[in-house]
Structures are given as structure tokens and as C-alpha cells.
């Protein structure tokens, strides 16, 4: 027999095939009936006890039969394999019991209790029942299987007993019939157990295309060719605040739309310019998204496309998140983070807007502001109070803000402010010395009361003669001409100011060519020793010859070389230059090079002096480098640990113009100085001043027990040097009393020479003695 078992087919596939055997109960009581009727109709006609006995029997498995039918009808699904095989053998038993109580009937009727209307009957009913054993037992091998065999071996056994052969041939032709009605519900059997299959594929992907229909963060509708739609998911139901999808079904985009306008999230013009684009797109067939603001402050994104089978998809998103993001990016790239104002790149969009429509013969106004010494406050104070500072001052400009007024925050401690139709140049020059004077005045920063204090720069211009960038560049020139004048006050822009920015410009490339060239040349300043009047010693001076403008100061084309940061490569050209040429020179004559504050910045200073003094083959002992106070400013530290190295390699210190600083007492004692140079400030009233005289002295007094020895510059006229001599008494005297600097062959040529003026000096000291 065909059994099944475990594991053959899907558990999900059997227990169903299980249910169908107790589906139906009443055409199999109607079975019973005509069965028991035909049985009893035979009983009458022959009053053969045999019959008697099979009516009864089947009266009895009639009741078992059915009753078991009734109780697993209306029962549960079984849970596991196990329980539904427990349900089919029951059905098999009762089953069984019936398959032989009509076999019974057809071997009696045949064979035992032969009766021409009994045999009829008996075949008759049992193969009309037989032909329901493939349409109600196919979810049951075994049971078709045995109803077969209960049925028609009966049969086949009651015609061979027979003993003729007509009805021995007949009794042989039931296994050709068993065969047929076993292949037939076999075949029953595969085609339903494929349709149940497919039906539970088909289920699974319903359920999954359910799921992930309605776990989508988004809202889906998909529309039918009507227009109307046929399938929705639970977001798109709770967007429209319905409490299912099938809510949805049925109506058009229209209805949809209204229905986010009866709600209040929807305005109506809104609906009609969403439906126009959605519409507009599915007939397209062309992808389309429309963003919508609702009422509530939440943002969605309405997407339509054209699907499959001529069905148009709408999704719509909640983006909110996504939209607030892109705000805040948005504001973050267009406004200051600290003030809130417009930034650099916003404020020149602003403006470029605003220039290129109305009015194109317009006045318009730009002002820059700058704080006076900001920098000061974040070296003092911290960055944090400075910011403090800065948030002061905008909160101040803000105020100002309108329509034709823009601020913004440029960058560090500088603000920018356009002046949209300025009447002419009195009232711009009003409106700026009102915002100047609502500037002034203290703020308290973290406890820290600071007074604001700022320099500006304004440019007038018609709006077609002009862009936004040439008038920043043009305030920003009166902003440096301000400062330049004293700071706390603003400027407005002349021509004049813009020719001299031309001309600095071109002076600075030009300083670049000559640096790049190595167009400049180095002077040297004799350094003279008061008690011999002989050159000790020469100070290295950089000269710039211009090939059009002449000799350029030195107080004109150092100041362009710090700002350009070319200054480095002109100490590094003095450096070499003089250590070459002092070479040249007795070995009594030494060579003094300043160097910048910035060269003091990177540790190459060291290695640049070695390269000169390698390069040169001068002793050490006569290159003396001379530090700014600017320097020491920098980073006392790591000044002193490459000061600390120079002297390492045999470069003697000095610190120039000692006493014009801040701090200058301290670096004595701290710093490993060979000599001090006194500024020229210290001698210009000595003849005429006592307390300058008496302040000269006490530096020269204060030097010497610490191993310092003195230079004093700024030796102009006899009268000083003779004070000097008599009563300052200094090792080293410098200044143009002792003439212009000299080229290299100048020194080399009168590094022998006693200064005129020495009688008189000595003269002066025996007279002083006496």
C-alpha cells in the first residue's frame, strides 16, 4: 500500500489532507441510508437471517462511523503530525468496518444466500459507493487502498466460488478495476496536494507582500487603471488617520487629497498643485516628487510612479528629520556660529542680490569694522572671553539689521555692514557715526568689564559702477588708514587710498624679485670700543636699492617683508653675506646680525647660523646675533632653549634695544646674554636731562656684575659721547657720529683707524681727573 510517512510531505500539507476526510458527514449518512435501506429491502424479499445480520451490522457501523465524524469535524486543527495520524487511523478503523459490511453483503447476496435481486443489489450498491472512495478518501492512501480491497475482493471471491467460468472471469476483472480506482484517487491526490501547495506558497507571499507592505516607513497606494485604489499599506491609512487600509480602497487621488484637506494638514491649493504632479507623472509614466509642508510642521515627499499591469504607485515619506537636517546645514553654511550673523559667503550672496536688482543708478554704501587690539583679549584673557567679546559687539550691530541695512560676521574680530540706498554721502557718514557711538562703552564678559573699541573703513559707491568684492576691497583700504591714524574711528574711502595700495602692491612684488634675486645689499655700522675709539665690532644693515624709486628705508621694506613672511629669507641673505665678508677682516673685528621674531619660531635658526659660519669659515667667537624683545615675546621657552644652543657653537647674544619693552629686567638673569644694547630713546635728552643721565648709568652699573658688557646706540654729537666717556662710562658706543654705514671694503679699510675726536675724549678724562 501507498502509506505516508512522516517527513514525506510537509506536516503543513498533511494535517489538511487529514481535515478533508471528516469534511462532509452528510451525503455519507445519505450512503448509510440508501446502503441500510437496500440491505433491509433483500432482508424482506428472502427473509434470510444473513441479511438480517449484515443489516444490523451496518446499522451499527453507521452509528460508529458517523458519530466519529462529528467529533473531529467540529474539533480544532491538529497541532503536529502525530495527532492528525491519530485522526486518520480512527477514520481508517470505522472506515474499514464499513468497506466490509458492503463486502459482506456482495459475498452473502453472490455466494452464501444466493438471490438474482440480492446479487444485483449488492453489486450495485457497493460499486456506486466505490465510486466515492477516490472524491472522499484521496487525503488517505491507506483508507483507499482498504475500501478497495473490502469492497471488491468480496465480490471477485463470490463469482470464482461460483464455479462456472463465465463467472470465474468475471470474479478476475475486479483487479483491473482496483487498479483504476486506486490510480484515480492517486491522481486526486497529486493535483490537490499541488493546488494545496501553490495555495500555501501563494499565502506565504501574500503574507510576506502583507508584512512588508505594512511595516514600510513609508505610505504606499498602488491605483487600479481606473484611477482609483487597490491595494494601500497601514502608514498611508494612518497619514489619512483611518483605522485600516481597506479604508482606502476605492477612491481616487482626488479623495485621498481631500481628505488630508478635511483633516486641516492639507491647504487646498496645495491639494490641487499635488494632484496636478502626481496625475501629470502616472500619465507620463515618469518619476515625480513633490515635497509638501503640512499644517502640523511635518514634511512629506509625495513619489509617483507608473508600476506593472498598468497599476501607478504613489509613496509618500515622512522626511521631517531629513528636511530640519538640511536646514540646519543650510543655516549652518550661510550664518555664523558664534553671533548668528550672515557669514562671509552669504553676506556677499545677499549682497550681489540686492545690487543687481531695483535702482541700478543707485547709491549704495559697505562698511568694515575691525576691534581695536582684539588679540590683546584672547592672549590675556582667553579665547573664551574674547569670543564673549565678539558676541557683545553683534548683539549691538544686530540691532541695526533691516531691510536696506545686511550685517554680517566676516571672520575673527571683523564685521561687514551694506547700506542699501544711501541718499548720499552725509547720510551714510550720519548712519555710521551712529552705529560707531552705540559701539562704545563697556560689557561685562564672565566678570571681565571690557570696553569696546573699533576701527572701520567705508566705501560710497553707485551700484552700477561697482561689485561687491571692489567694495570690500576698497573699504578695507580706508580700514587700514584708520588704524593707521590712530584706531577708534572709521574712514571713508578716497582715491588717494587706492593709488597707495596700488603702489604698495607693486613694492611688494618688487621686494620679492629683489629678495629672489638676491638684489639687496648689506652695510655695516661701526660698532666703536670707548676705551680704544677702534671699530670693535660692525652692525649688519639690509639696503634695498629700487631700480625706479631709489633707495627704499629699511623702516618701509622690513615692515612689507614681515607682512609678506619673506623676512626669514632676508635675514638668512644678511647672515651669510656678513659672515662672509667679516672673514675678510682682522681677526679684532666682529659682525653683529639681527634676526627676526620669526626666525625664532623654527628650529632651522640654529642650523641657518651653522651653514653661515661653515660656509664663511669664520671663528664662532666673532658672529654676535642680536634678539628683539618681539622674539622673546613669542614663546620665552623654546627662545631660550635656541639662545641656550647658539651659545653652545660659540655665537655670543645681545639683546637689542633694551628698555623699550615691558619685561626687559626679567631676561637678564634668565636668559644666558653676552651684552644689552641701550635704545637711542635713553640718550637723545642726556645733555639736558639728569634723570636720563642718571637712568643711563644705573643700566651700565646694573649690567656689569652680571658679565654684561653695554652697548649704548644713538651717538649723534660730541657732547654725548663725551658724557658717556665721563660719567656712563659703556663698553661700546654706536651712531652716526662716527658716520654713515660703510660697505664691507670701508670697514676692512679703517678697522685700524683711531677716531679723530679720541684726543679730546682723553683730554676731557685727565681734566676730569684733576
Given amino acids: 500500500m501507498n502509506l505516508i510517512k512522516k517527513n514525506e510531505i510537509p506536516v503543513d500539507v498533511y494535517i489538511p489532507f487529514v481535515e478533508t476526510l471528516f469534511r462532509d458527514g452528510l451525503t455519507l449518512s445519505i450512503g448509510f441510508f440508501a446502503q441500510t435501506l437496500l440491505v433491509v429491502l433483500v432482508y424482506w424479499k428472502t427473509m434470510d437471517p444473513a441479511y438480517l445480520a449484515v443489516t444490523l451490522g451496518l446499522l451499527a457501523v453507521a452509528f460508529l462511523r458517523l458519530r466519529n465524524i462529528r467529533k473531529y469535524r467540529h474539533a480544532p486543527s491538529p497541532q503536529n503530525w502525530e495527532e492528525a495520524r491519530r485522526r486518520e487511523n480512527d477514520y481508517i478503523l470505522y472506515g474499514s468496518m464499513h468497506g466490509f459490511m458492503l463486502g459482506a453483503f456482495c459475498f452473502v447476496g453472490i455466494y452464501l444466500a444466493y438471490d438474482p435481486f440480492a446479487e444485483i443489489a449488492a453489486v450495485c450498491v457497493t460499486l456506486a459507493s466505490a465510486t466515492s472512495i477516490a472524491g472522499r478518501n484521496y487525503g488517505s492512501p491507506r483508507m483507499v487502498v482498504i475500501f478497495i480491497m473490502t469492497m471488491t475482493w468480496p465480490i471477485s471471491l463470490g463469482f470464482i466460488l461460483r464455479g462456472d467460468p463465465y463467472h470465474f472471469i468475471l470474479g478476475l476483472l475486479s483487479a483491473p478495476f482496483l487498479f483504476a480506482i486506486k490510480r484515480f484517487a492517486d491522481l486526486v491526490r497529486e493535483v490537490l496536494f499541488a493546488a494545496l501547495s501553490e495555495e500555501k506558497k501563494a499565502n506565504r507571499i501574500a503574507q510576506r507582500f502583507n508584512r512588508a507592505l505594512n511595516t514600510m516607513s513609508h505610505g504606499l497606494v498602488m491605483l487600479g487603471p481606473d484611477g482609483r485604489v487597490a491595494v494601500a499599506n497601514a502608514e498611508a491609512a494612518h497619514l489619512m488617520s483611518l483605522k485600516s487600509p481597506d479604508a482606502l480602497l476605492g477612491r481616487s487621488i482626488h479623495g485621498l487629497l481631500m481628505r488630508g484637506v478635511a483633516g486641516g494638514m492639507l491647504a487646498p491649493k496645495d491639494c490641487r498643485y499635488i494632484e496636478a504632479q502626481l496625475t501629470r507623472a502616472l500619465r507620463e509614466g515618469r518619476d515625480r516628487k513633490v515635497l509638501v509642508s503640512l499644517a502640523n510642521g511635518q514634511h512629506y515627499e509625495f513619489s509617483a510612479r507608473e508600476g506593472s499591469q498598468e ?14 537636517a538640511e536646514d540646519k546645514i543650510r543655516f549652518m553654511a550661510r550664518y555664523d556660529n558664534l553671533t548668528g550673523l550672515p557669514n562671509r559667503a552669504y553676506f556677499h550672496e545677499l549682497v550681489g542680490e540686492a545690487m543687481v536688482s531695483g535702482d541700478r543708478d543707485r547709491l549704495c554704501g559697505l ?39 545686511t550685517v554680517s560676521r566676516f571672520g575673527g574680530d571683523e564685521f561687514m555692514i551694506f547700506f542699501d540706498r544711501v541718499e548720499d554721502e552725509s547720510h551714510l557718514t550720519s548712519q555710521l557715526d551712529e552705529i560707531f557711538a552705540g559701539l562704545q562703552g563697556e560689557v561685562d564678559v564672565a566678570g571681565h568689564g571690557l570696553r569696546i573699541q573699533a576701527s572701520g573703513g567705508a566705501v560710497l559707491s553707485r551700484v552700477k559702477d561697482t561689485d561687491v568684492d571692489a567694495m570690500i576691497v576698497k573699504a578695507d583700504l580706508a580700514l587700514y588708514k584708520a588704524k593707521e591714524l590712530g584706531k577708534n574711528s572709521w574712514r571713508l574711502f578716497e582715491a588717494s587710498m587706492d593709488a597707495a595700495f596700488r603702489n604698495r602692491q607693486l613694492m611688494k612684488a618688487d621686494l620679492r624679485t629683489a629678495v629672489e634675486s638676491k638684489g639687496l645689499r648689506v652695510v655695516y655700522q661701526p660698532i666703536v670700543a670707548m676705551s680704544t675709539m677702534r671699530i670693535a665690532s660692525c652692525e649688519a ?34 647672515l651669510q653675506a656678513a659672515c662672509a665678508e667679516c672673514a675678510k677682516w682682522p681677526d679684532q673685528t666682529s659682525v653683529s646680525v639681527n634676526l627676526s621674531a620669526k626666525d625664532f619660531r623654527n628650529r632651522d635658526v640654529i642650523q641657518k647660523v651653522r651653514d653661515a659660519l661653515a660656509g664663511s669659515g669664520l671663528a664662532a667667537s666673532r658672529l654676535e646675533i642680536e634678539v628683539t624683545e618681539t622674539a622673546l615675546l613669542d614663546d620665552k621657552s623654546l627662545t631660550r632653549q635656541y639662545i641656550e644652543e647658539l651659545k653652545q657653537i660659540g655665537v655670543r647674544i645681545a639683546l637689542d634695544d633694551f628698555g623699550t619693552g615691558y619685561s626687559s629686567l626679567s631676561y637678564l638673569h634668565k636668559l644666558p646674554l653676552d651684552k644689552i644694547k641701550i635704545d637711542r630713546s635713553f640718550l637723545m635728552d642726556v645733555t639736558q636731562n639728569p634723570r636720563s643721565l642718571e637712568l643711563l648709568k644705573g643700566i651700565v652699573n646694573l649690567s656689569r656684575p652680571l658679565g654684561l658688557s653695554v652697548t649704548v646706540e644713538g651717538v649723534e654729537n660730541f657732547e654725548q659721547l663725551k658724557i ?15 658716520g654713515s654705514a660703510l660697505s664691507a671694503s670701508g670697514i676692512e679699510t679703517m678697522s685700524n683707524t683711531v677716531w679723530p675726536f679720541a684726543k679730546d675724549i682723553n683730554t676731557a678724562k685727565r681734566a676730569a681727573r684733576r
Fill in 311 to 324: 497599476l501607478g504607485v504613489i509613496t509618500f515619506e515622512d522626511v521631517t528629520a531629513r528636511v530640519e
Fill in 367 to 405: 562698511a568694515v569694522l575691525d576691534l581695536d587690539d582684539f588679540k590683546s583679549v584672547n592672549d590675556t584673557l582667553g579665547h573664551p572671553i574674547g569670543d564673549g567679546l565678539i558676541y557683545a559687539v553683534a548683539e549691538r550691530l544686530a540691532a541695526i539689521a533691516r531691510q536696506d541695512i
Fill in 541 to 574: 644693515l639690509c639696503r634695498w636699492d629700487h631700480p625706479d624709486l631709489g633707495p627704499i628705508s629699511p623702516s618701509i621694506f622690513i615692515p612689507l617683508a614681515e607682512e609678506m613672511g619673506i623676512i626669514s629669507e632676508i635675514s638668512t641673505f644678511v
Fill in 724 to 738: 658717556l666717556a665721563l660719567q656712563v662710562k659703556p663698553d661700546l658706543v654706536q651712531g652716526f657720529l662716527f
